[in-house]
C-alpha cells in the first residue's frame, strides 16, 4: 500500500514547552487512522503540523513523497489536504449551503471580476457543477432539512456535521477529524461514525481522527498512535494498543491492576503521594 | 368532471391503468421525487418504462403469479412502481412499515412466503439481513440507494439499477412480453395484501383486489372529486390503506400528480414548495403544525402579535356566522397559508383520531377546508366523509355514496351500537386466516368493532372500540375515554375521570391543569396557595363549569355529565392512577377513591376529604379539605337527590 502521509521526526516547541518530541509515523493510502492521548498530549499540535497551522521546530512532513514541511495552510487543500477544527470554525451568519460552497472555494475557476459577469465567463454553469458537488455531500451527511438554515441557529452537532461538510466539499484525499464527536450524545455519535466510516470506504478518502471516546476508536480505526506528552507511546492495531502497558497506565488508567505488568507499575512512594 | 367508474371499466388493474395513462399523457408528469434538492419529475412514460423493467426483473429471477412480494422504505418512486410491477406478473404486493420491528418483519414476511423484498436503502437492507435464518424463503434482496452497500457480499442482494437492467434485457429479446403480463392481470385477483393494525397480536393481512380499489376510487372522487390538476405530496407511510388509495387508486385513476419528498424531516418545507391541494394529515400533525403557529407568533414582535391577535379574533368570529373574514384574511390568514403551503389547499382532511374543536376552528377559519374522514382497512379505508359545507368537528360525516351502507348493531336506547358496513368494493378476506374472516365478516357486512350512533343530522359518530364502552344502570352505552378526551381539549383540564358504569348517570372527577390556571389566577388576582387549595376555589369551579357545559352541549343527552368535581390531587402514573401512556386506570381509581365516588352518587354536596399523598421524593403530606360537587342539573335519581 502507497504512503499517504509520513511524518518524520518531528518536534515542536513553544519557547520551553515540548509540545511535540521526536515524533515519526506513516499513514498508508485509504487508512483511518486515529491518534489519542490524554490532555495535553500532542494531538491537536500534530495535526496542526499537518496542516501547516504551525511550523514543526525540527523534523518533516511528507505528503505523496513530496516534502510539505514549509508549505503555507493555503496551498495544502491543493494538493488534497482538509481540516475539521475540535472548536467549530463555521461562518455563523451564513446559510449551511454557503459554508459548504466555502470549501469548493479553491475550486472555482473565476475570480471576483470575471465572476461578475456571471453568463459570459461561465461562471453560472461552473457555479451550477458545484452546486450538485454540494447537494451530494448535503445528502451525504444528511443535512437536506437544514440546508437554508443560517449555521449560528443550529445545535452544536448539526454544527459539527457542517464543518465536516465543508472539509467534504474540498474532495481531500486526505482528511485531517479533530474530535469530530466531542459534546455529542450517543445518537450524534454512532451518526458521526457511519459518516466517518462511509467518508472512508465510499468517497475513499484518508482519515486521520483525533478522538477521545475509546469505544469509537476501537470500533472504527484501522491503525492507532497514543501520544503522551508530546511523544509516540504505541502505534498499531486498535486490540494491540488497547493491551499496550503504557497506554494503559497513561491514558486509561490504571483500573484494573493485575493486568499491569509489575515492572512497569508506578513507584510505591508516587502512588502514596 | 370524468366519469371515473367507465375509466375502470377500461382498465381495472394497475398495470393496465397505468399503460393507459401512459399511451394517452406519456409526457404528462405522473410522479415526483426531490433529489438533491430539487424537484425531479417522472412522466407517465418513465412510470410505465420503470415498472416494465422491474416487472420483466422479477419474470427473469424466477417469480411469477402468485408470489408475495414484500416493499420496505421511505415513500419513493421505486416502492410505487414496485408495487405495480407487482402486479403486472400477477404478485401479491405487501408494504412493510419503514419502522417495522424484526419480530413482525420475520413473521410477515414467512407468513407471506415472500422470495423477493424491494429494499430501499441500506437501513432496510441491515434489518433484512439481520434477520437471517429467519427468513429462509427470501431469496432477492433489491436495493435502490446503494450508498454503503459496498461492504456487503450477500448473494441475495441486487441493486435496482442492475435489476432493471435485468428487466430491459428481457423486454428488447420479447418486446410483447410486458404487455402480454398485463393483459393478463384480472381487477378481481387478490392484488395487495394489506396489513391492519394489531394491537395485541400479529398484525392480519387484508386480501384487496386492484379492480375493487380503483371502484372505491372513483367512488370516492365522485363525492370528493380529484384531478389531473392536483397536487398530492407523499408522507404518510405507503403500507396504509389511505396512502395506498391516494397515491396508488387515486393517483392512477385521476392522475393527481404525487411528490415524494426528500427526507421526512423536510416535510413542512417540500410542503410549502409543492403547495399541495390536498392533505390528509392525522390529527397529532395538525395539533402541532396550530401548536408550531402559536409558539412562533410567541417569539415574533409585539406587532405582529397584536396583528395576530386582531386577526385571530376577527376569523374566529366571522366563522362563527358562517362567513369568512376579509380583514383577517388579509392581515393574517393569507400569510399563514402561504407559510404552511396551504395556498391552493382545495380539500384537507384528518382521521383515525378527534381533533381537537379549537384546533378544528383554527384551519377552519384560515379557509382549510378541513374535513374528518372515518374508515378501516378492510373496507379501503375511508367510506365516510363530511359533506362540503357540512362539516361537523363532533362527526365523521356521511357515507361517501348510496353503495356504502351502515348498520348499528345492538344499538341501545340512544342509537349506540356497534357501526357494521358493507359496500361492493370491501376486501376478500384475511390471507390465509378464514377464520377471521368469518369472524369479522357475516352475511357480507364486515364488523368494524367500533361503536358510534348517527346524530340527528344523519352524520355518522364515532366513540370508541366496543370492547371499551360501558354502560349505566339503565342500559345506555357510552364510552369514557371519549368523553374524558372531549374534556381533556380544554386549556384548563389536565386529566379527567368519567364515571358512571352501572350507575344510573354520568358525574366525572376532574383534575385541573395547575400551570394554565394558576396563570389564570394570578391573573384574575386570585389567592391560592397550593394545588389543592386552588382546585377548591369557587371561582376555579365557576371556569371549569363552563368547560363542561360546553363539552355537554356536544354530546347526546344520555351521554352528558351529570354532576363533577375538582379533585384534589393530580393523577400520577407513580400512584398506578395513570397508565405509563396516560390512560386512566379505572380499576385503581375505582377502588382508591371509592368513598368519594359513593358521595357523588349519594348526591352528596360536599365530601370532607382527609387524606395523606405522598409525592415522588418520598415525602407526604396531609390534605384536609371539601370538594364540591358541582350539579348540573340533568336528570335521574343524582338530580332528585340533590333536591
Known amino acids: 500500500m502507497a504512503t499517504s502521509l509520513e511524518v518524520r521526526g518531528v518536534s515542536l516547541r513553544f519557547g520551553g514547552v515540548r509540545a511535540l518530541t521526536d515524533v515519526s509515523f506513516a499513514i498508508n493510502d485509504g487508512e483511518l487512522f486515529s491518534i489519542i492521548g490524554p490532555n495535553g498530549a500532542g494531538k491537536t499540535s ?22 510539505i514541511t514549509g508549505l503555507t495552510p493555503n496551498a495544502r487543500p491543493k494538493l488534497g489536504i482538509g481540516r475539521t477544527f475540535q472548536n467549530l470554525a463555521l461562518f455563523h451568519h451564513m446559510s449551511v449551503l454557503d459554508n459548504i460552497m466555502v470549501g469548493r472555494h ?44 443560517t449555521a449560528g441557529t443550529l445545535s452544536y452537532g448539526l454544527r459539527k456535521r457542517v464543518e465536516l461538510a465543508r472539509a467534504m466539499a474540498l474532495e481531500p484525499r486526505l482528511i485531517l477529524l479533530d474530535e469530530p464527536m466531542a459534546g455529542m450524545n450517543f445518537e450524534e455519535k454512532e451518526d458521526m461514525a457511519r459518516y466517518v466510516v462511509d467518508l472512508n470506504e465510499e468517497f475513499g478518502m484518508t482519515v486521520v481522527m483525533i478522538e477521545h471516546d475509546m469505544g469509537v476508536v476501537m470500533d472504527i480505526s484501522h491503525r492507532v498512535m497514543v501520544l503522551d506528552f508530546g511523544r509516540k507511546i504505541a502505534e498499531g492495531d486498535p486490540a494491540a494498543v488497547l493491551a499496550d502497558p503504557h497506554v494503559k497506565r497513561a491514558y486509561l488508567g490504571e483500573e484494573d491492576e493485575a493486568l499491569v505488568d509489575p515492572d512497569d507499575a508506578p513507584p510505591a512512594q508516587e502512588s502514596a503521594a | 368532471m370524468m366519469d371515473y367508474a367507465a375509466r375502470v371499466a377500461q382498465a381495472d388493474t394497475y398495470p393496465k391503468m397505468l399503460r393507459l395513462n401512459a399511451k394517452e399523457h406519456g409526457n ?39 408470489d408475495v412480494i414484500g416493499i420496505i422504505g421511505d415513500n419513493r418512486p421505486d416502492w410505487v412502481a414496485a408495487e405495480v410491477a407487482t402486479h403486472a406478473i400477477g404478485g401479491l404486493s405487501l408494504g412493510l412499515y419503514r419502522d417495522v420491528l424484526d419480530e413482525e418483519a420475520s413473521y410477515l414476511l414467512n407468513y407471506g412466503e415472500a422470495q423477493l423484498v424491494f429494499a430501499e436503502d441500506e437501513e432496510q437492507v441491515d434489518k433484512l439481513l439481520a434477520l437471517a435464518e429467519r427468513v429462509p424463503r427470501l431469496k432477492h434482496i433489491i436495493y435502490s440507494d446503494p450508498r454503503g452497500m459496498r461492504k456487503y457480499d450477500d448473494p441475495r442482494l441486487m441493486s435496482a439499477e442492475k435489476f432493471a437492467e435485468l428487466g430491459r434485457a428481457r423486454a428488447t429479446r420479447e418486446p410483447n412480453l410486458y404487455d402480454k403480463l398485463v393483459d393478463a ?14 394491537t395485541t397480536s400479529h398484525p392480519k393481512l387484508a386480501m384487496l383486489a386492484a379492480g375493487r380499489v380503483l371502484s372505491h376510487c372513483a367512488t370516492y372522487l365522485a363525492f370528493d372529486p380529484k384531478g389531473p390538476d392536483d397536487e398530492y405530496v407523499s408522507v404518510l407511510p405507503l403500507p396504509w390503506i389511505m396512502e395506498q388509495v ?53 417569539d415574533a414582535t409585539p406587532f405582529k402579535q397584536r396583528l395576530f391577535d386582531i386577526g385571530m379574533k376577527s376569523g374566529l368570529g366571522a366563522l362563527d356566522q358562517g362567513k369568512r373574514s376579509g380583514l383577517a384574511n388579509a392581515i393574517l390568514f393569507r400569510a399563514l397559508r402561504d407559510r404552511l403551503g396551504f395556498t391552493r389547499l382545495r380539500s384537507a382532511a384528518t382521521g383515525g383520531a378527534a ?74 378476506g384475511y390471507y390465509k386466516n378464514p377464520e377471521a374472516s368469518v369472524a369479522d365478516i357475516r352475511d357480507g357486512w364486515m364488523l368494524s368493532g367500533d361503536a358510534g350512533y348517527f346524530n340527528a343530522n344523519r352524520q355518522l359518530v364515532v366513540i370508541d372500540r366496543i370492547k371499551d364502552l360501558a354502560e349505566t344502570a339503565r342500559g345506555e352505552r357510552f364510552s369514557p375515554q371519549f368523553i374524558e378526551n372531549k374534556l381533556k381539549f380544554s386549556p384548563y383540564i389536565a386529566e379527567a375521570v368519567v364515571l358512571g358504569a352501572g350507575r344510573d348517570a354520568l358525574a366525572a372527577m376532574i383534575c385541573i391543569r395547575y400551570s394554565i390556571i ?60 395513570l397508565t405509563r401512556t396516560r390512560k386512566v386506570r379505572r380499576g385503581v381509581i375505582n377502588e382508591k377513591y371509592a368513598g368519594i365516588i359513593d358521595a357523588i352518587y349519594r348526591g352528596a354536596a360536599d365530601i370532607p376529604v382527609d387524606t395523606v399523598i405522598r409525592f415522588q421524593d418520598g415525602t407526604t403530606q396531609r390534605v384536609r379539605t371539601t370538594l364540591h360537587v358541582v350539579d348540573l342539573g340533568g336528570r335521574g335519581p343524582i338530580a332528585e337527590a340533590a333536591e
Open chain 2, 185 to 198: 392481470t384480472k381487477g378481481q385477483d387478490v392484488a395487495i395484501l394489506c396489513t391492519t393494525s394489531g
Open chain 1, 106 to 149: 479553491h475550486l472555482l475557476k473565476n475570480n471576483f471580476l470575471t465572476g461578475s459577469l456571471y453568463w459570459l465567463t461561465g461562471a453560472r454553469k461552473e457555479e451550477l457543477e458545484h452546486r450538485r458537488k454540494v447537494e451530494e455531500i448535503i445528502d451525504f451527511l444528511d443535512l437536506q432539512s437544514v440546508r437554508k438554515a
Open chain 2, 28 to 66: 404528462e408528469i405522473a410522479l415526483r421525487e426531490k433529489d438533491l434538492g430539487l424537484w425531479r419529475p417522472f412522466t407517465w412514460n418513465d412510470y410505465q418504462t420503470r415498472v416494465r423493467d422491474f416487472a420483466l426483473g422479477l419474470i427473469e429471477l424466477g417469480l411469477g403469479r402468485g
Open chain 1, 46 to 67: 500534530i495535526v496542526n503540523c499537518i496542516s501547516g497551522r504551525y511550523k514543526p521546530t525540527e523534523g518533516q512532513l511528507f505528503y505523496q513523497g513530496r516534502d
Open chain 2, 246 to 298: 391516494y397515491v396508488l387508486g387515486k393517483g392512477l385513476l385521476c392522475r393527481m400528480k404525487i411528490n415524494f419528498v426528500e427526507e421526512p424531516d423536510t416535510m413542512m418545507n417540500d410542503l410549502r414548495e409543492i403547495a399541495p391541494t390536498f392533505v390528509l394529515f392525522a390529527p397529532r400533525v395538525w395539533e402541532s403544525i396550530a401548536a408550531d403557529v402559536r409558539a412562533k407568533v410567541m
Open chain 2, 355 to 428: 381533533l381537537g374543536p379549537d384546533t378544528f376552528k383554527f384551519f377552519q377559519a384560515m379557509g382549510v377546508p378541513l374535513r374528518t374522514l372515518y374508515g378501516q382497512t378492510e373496507l379501503l379505508g375511508a367510506y365516510t366523509l363530511h359533506p362540503a359545507g357540512k362539516v361537523d368537528p363532533d362527526t365523521t360525516g356521511v357515507p361517501m355514496a348510496d353503495s356504502v351502507e351502515i348498520r348499528i348493531d345492538n344499538a341501545d336506547v340512544h342509537g349506540v351500537g356497534e357501526i357494521v358496513v358493507r359496500h361492493p368494493n370491501m376486501f376478500l
Open chain 2, 518 to 577: 394558576s396563570k389564570w389566577a394570578e391573573k384574575n388576582r386570585l389567592s391560592f396557595t397550593t394545588y389543592s387549595d386552588l382546585a377548591s376555589r369557587p371561582e376555579v369551579y365557576k371556569l371549569l363549569q363552563r368547560e363542561v357545559e360546553t363539552v355537554n352541549a356536544t354530546l347526546p343527552p344520555a351521554q352528558r355529565i351529570s354532576r363533577f368535581l375538582l379533585l384534589y390531587k393530580e393523577l400520577d402514573a407513580d400512584d398506578g392512577e
